[in-house]
T-cell receptor
């Protein structure tokens, strides 16, 4: 079955630390991958997306992700986190038409 | 307009009540979705409408009844819900198959008492 997995359920960092959140997918064919962020009490916001082409994707708020097909991975990175990055981060994938599947999420806490 | 608007933002209903959740978008998206998100869990797909026709039903109980009156509106009719149905209900839209991404609304937080 198509699935997306996130192995880091909780991450705690200090401000200015670098961030990398893992995401793996289990699709065999063409895949579209997304990272969403959900700030406390707010709706899902799209950080970035990968469809094809350059495997290094840059998104909003200084985030980027790298699609590595050989590792079935799409990890999210940010060189220096801020307190305002405290949120829940969801990786999601879409292979089947219109069927977006989410990972279990990673709760990030950035301490000032 | 680049938003998906959901109303109401909060809803408390009894197990014998009938209520409806509403979702609206004016981006010209032809696919609309209902997701359910329990606390500390990822969103789970419930229904997909494509060009105003139901294309995906993820084996959702019949006490949830979706409706798509036109290409901009999506409703979710609720009847005889259970307390375990309490959750955040998210609406989303996309151009066709979602290859260009999905736009989510802020959700309706539903409490069944």
């Amino acid at each position: 079955a198509q699935s997306v997995s996130q192995h880091n359920h909780h991450v705690i960092l200090s401000e200015a630390a670098s961030l990398e959140l893992g995401c793996n997918y289990s699709y065999g064919g063409t895949v579209n991958l997304f990272w969403y962020v959900q700030y406390p009490g707010q709706h899902l916001q799209l950080l970035l997306k990968y469809f094809s082409g350059d495997p290094l994707v840059k998104g909003i708020k200084g985030f980027e992700a790298e699609f590595i097909k050989s590792k079935f991975s799409f990890n999210l990175r940010k060189p220096s986190v801020q307190w305002s990055d405290t949120a829940e981060y969801f990786c999601a994938g879409n292979t089947g038409f219109q069927k977006l599947v989410f990972g279990t999420g990673t709760r990030l806490l950035v301490s000032p | 307009d680049t938003e998906v608007t959901q109303t109401p933002k909060h809803l408390v209903m009894g197990m014998t009540n009938k209520k409806s959740l509403k979702c609206e978008q004016h981006m010209g998206h032809r696919a609309m979705y209902w997701y359910k998100q329990k606390a500390k869990k990822p969103p789970e797909l419930m229904f997909v409408y494509s060009y105003e026709k139901l294309s995906i039903n993820e084996s959702v109980p019949s006490r949830f009844s979706p409706e798509c009156p036109n290409s901009s509106l999506l409703n979710l009719h609720l009847h005889a819900l259970q307390p375990e149905d309490s959750a955040l209900y998210l609406c989303a839209s996309s151009q066709d198959g979602g290859d260009y991404g999905y736009t989510f609304g802020s959700g309706t937080r539903l409490t069944v008492v």
